[in-house]
């Protein structure tokens, strides 16, 4: 696995800063080389997800302050967020850099190419670099619009119907079983999963 380097800064990072992990042992390479201390989290995304080729792990502000707010972003609004994302599942609280903050997206990764991760930041996976970060970028639209929409006041949410011939439409083109989306899990609530944060 390659990945970028312990407490470096994103924007100055080069090509050869990057630290290359055997992802069996999770040591790196170079043992004078300190990867990032969310490796784990990266290595679970990949375990779970041989068709995922990059691993991006972000702190988009809105989707962060979404998870603040203990509201999931609602996934059954965008169209393009059906077909683009699929569902975008929110973690429960996990301290960032352990073993449980990855595990806490295991189950999650399996069918979602963006997760929030609660009061922390993302994972977004896709089969290219490119693909990840576009999806990034899609999860950060999506909690800007969605926040939007509330403050002009409530959401409403898209026909289930529509929902289904939207999830067909991503299953298609993902080649991937679509995941039930909220508004026919029974747990929604005005169109909104509300999370339970601990105290």
């Known amino acids: 696995m390659l990945i970028t380097p312990s407490g470096a800064c994103k924007g100055q990072v080069r090509p050869e800063d990057m630290v290359v992990v055997d992802l069996e042992t999770g040591r790196p390479l170079d ?5 990032s201390s969310e490796m784990r989290l990266h290595a679970v995304a990949y375990e779970e997800r041989p068709d995922a080729n990059a691993v991006l792990h972000a702190h988009p502000p809105l989707a962060v302050a979404f998870s603040l707010a203990g509201v999931e972003i609602a996934q059954c609004l965008l169209p393009e967020v059906l077909i683009g994302l699929g569902a975008i599942e929110t973690t429960e609280y996990a301290t960032p850099t ?3 903050a990855a595990e806490a997206i295991r189950h999650l990764v399996r069918t979602c190419d963006a997760i929030v991760l609660d009061r922390h930041g993302s994972v ?3 089969v290219t670099l ?3 970060y576009f999806n990034l970028e899609r999860l950060e639209w999506a909690a800007r619009v969605t926040h939007a929409a ?3 006041g409530s959401c409403r949410s898209l026909p289930k119907d529509e929902v289904e011939r939207l999830l067909e439409v991503r299953a298609k083109l993902t080649g991937r079983a679509r995941p039930a989306p909220c ?3 029974g747990a929604c609530i005005g169109g909104e999963r509300l999370l339970a944060i601990p105290s």
Request: one cysteine or more; charged letters at 15%; proline letters at 10%.
């Open 31 to 35: 043992p004078a080389a300190k990867p």
């Open 150 to 152: 509330r403050q002009l």
């Open 98 to 100: 352990t073993q449980a």
């Open 183 to 185: 508004n026919l899990c």
């Open 130 to 132: 490119e693909a990840a």
């Open 124 to 126: 977004t996976v896709g």
